[in-house]
């Protein structure tokens, strides 16, 4: 049992490594955007599938309520939440509107579309990136080779996420959701 929770704890060390190696750039990228976005009131919203979704409402919670230090709120909000819209979509056989009909709701100002994306492939994930106007920015966080998701013509940032298991994908956006929000904060409240 040691031996495998070594392995585990060395394999999460080497793919956080690995992200900064390669993509800190974007990493920090999106963070000065979204802080840009925070700067002209505007907001973030994120949405996740399968297990990512959980990493999307725990990011919208660092935001919105604090990471490492009191601070203001930061306006995101977590699609799909809604447990009442979303049986309500269900029962009207409509399960590709329950992130893009709360995306409709909160998308007239101006703001950042952040999904973290699972290597499963979703209905709900596509049907959202459709809805998507042009001018909007676009984050991806995930395995996106295998989760099918784009948007040809849009301008978006995305981190590719590489792990040998869901539980590992998870780990990994949430590193990515924390240090995102650790960045924003530095740049807004200077920490």
């Given at each position: ?18 992200l900064a190696a390669t993509q800190g750039e974007t990493l920090m990228k999106i963070s000065h955007q979204i802080a840009e976005i925070f700067t002209r009131g505007g ?149």
């Amino acid at each position: 049992m040691q031996e495998r929770l070594s392995n585990s704890c060395h394999q999460i060390n080497s793919m956080v490594a690995e992200l900064a190696a390669t993509q800190g750039e974007t990493l920090m990228k999106i963070s000065h955007q979204i802080a840009e976005i925070f700067t002209r009131g505007g907001q973030l919203i994120l949405a996740g599938n399968g297990p990512l979704q959980a990493i999307a409402q725990q990011t919208a919670t660092a935001f919105s309520h604090r990471l490492g230090f009191e601070r203001p709120p930061l306006p995101a909000v977590s699609l799909g939440t809604d447990p009442i819209l979303t049986a309500a979509l269900l029962a009207d056989q409509q399960p590709q509107e329950i992130l893009a009909r709360e995306y409709r709701i909160y998308s007239e100002r101006e703001h950042m579309l952040l999904i973290f994306c699972s290597e499963n492939p979703s209905p709900q994930i596509s049907h959202l990136i459709d809805q998507i106007e042009d001018s909007r920015s676009l984050v991806l966080i995930g395995p996106l080779n295998k989760a099918g998701v784009q948007k040809e013509g849009h301008p978006t940032l995305s981190l590719e996420l590489q792990g040998e298991s869901p539980a590992r994908l998870a780990e990994l956006g949430l590193i990515c959701g924390h240090l995102i929000c650790e960045l924003v904060e530095g740049e807004l409240f200077g920490v």
